[in-house]
């Protein structure tokens, strides 16, 4: 129940093109999405979070999608850039319950020029 | 300002020895994350040190791990009798918090070979 599922494991999208990166969790009382962005031999770092009270979420070229009934939530990236190759992890939290966070398993992303 | 710093950066240790991997946070965060990182995997939690509050231990894999927090801020895991398995990248992160989840900022980590 503690799992969070990601898919694809790896992914390839040419320059300009959509990246979408999914999730699902089975654990109801989860309320905080967020998602991080690592780059080789660097520590992940927040780029975008959701809580269930909205649908959708946009910060720039990123959106986060939720679907509560289907317990699910993905990412897209916009107009991708090569230096938006990196992994990128989701993951779920219990917001008043502090920071311990359940992460996926993470998707290797790579934009081709 | 300074972020999360964490040191040895890289640390290879013969099976069956201690090892000590420390964490300094972010200065003012309150709360303190520990996770690991197998080569592959997404990251597991280990162990959630919030303020004076007893720690949550619930992610530490087995009595070979234990992670203390001195002084509310620099941090100190510890796996004794290290097994190939262990090998991995140790993470650590800070936050702050006053009530929900704010953003946890994760150090560089310790990538940890167990020989």
């Not at chain 2, 303020?51 to 620099?74: C, H, I, M, W, Y």
């Not at chain 2, 100190?76 to 190939?84: A, V, W």
Request: with cysteine; proline share 5%.
């Amino acid at each position: 129940q503690q799992q969070v599922k990601q898919s694809p494991q790896s992914l390839i999208v040419q320059k300009g093109g959509i990246s979408i990166i999914n999730c699902a969790y089975e654990n109801t009382a989860f309320d905080y999405f967020p998602w991080y962005q690592q780059f080789p031999g660097k520590g992940p770092a927040l780029l975008i979070a959701i809580r269930p009270d909205v649908s959708e979420k946009k910060e720039g070229r990123f959106t986060i999608s939720f679907n509560k009934s289907a317990k699910q939530f993905s990412l897209h990236i916009m107009d991708s850039q090569p230096g938006d190759s990196a992994t990128y992890f989701c993951a779920a939290g219990i917001y008043n319950q502090g920071g311990k966070l359940i992460f996926g398993q993470g998707t290797e992303l790579s934009v081709k020029p | 300002g300074a972020g999360v710093s964490q040191s040895p950066s890289n640390k290879v240790t013969e099976k069956g020895k201690d090892v000590e991997l420390r964490c300094d946070p972010i200065s003012g965060h309150t709360a303190l994350y520990w996770y690991r990182q197998s080569l592959g995997q997404g990251l597991e939690f280990l162990i959630y040190f919030q303020g004076n509050s007893a720690p949550d231990k619930s992610g530490l894999p087995s009595d070979r791990f234990s992670a203390e927090r001195t002084g509310g801020s620099v941090s100190t895991l510890t796996i004794q009798r290290t097994q190939q398995e262990d090998s991995a990248v140790y993470l650590c992160a800070s936050s702050l918090t006053s009530g929900g989840v704010h953003e946890q900022y994760f150090g560089p980590g310790t990538r940890l070979t167990v020989t």
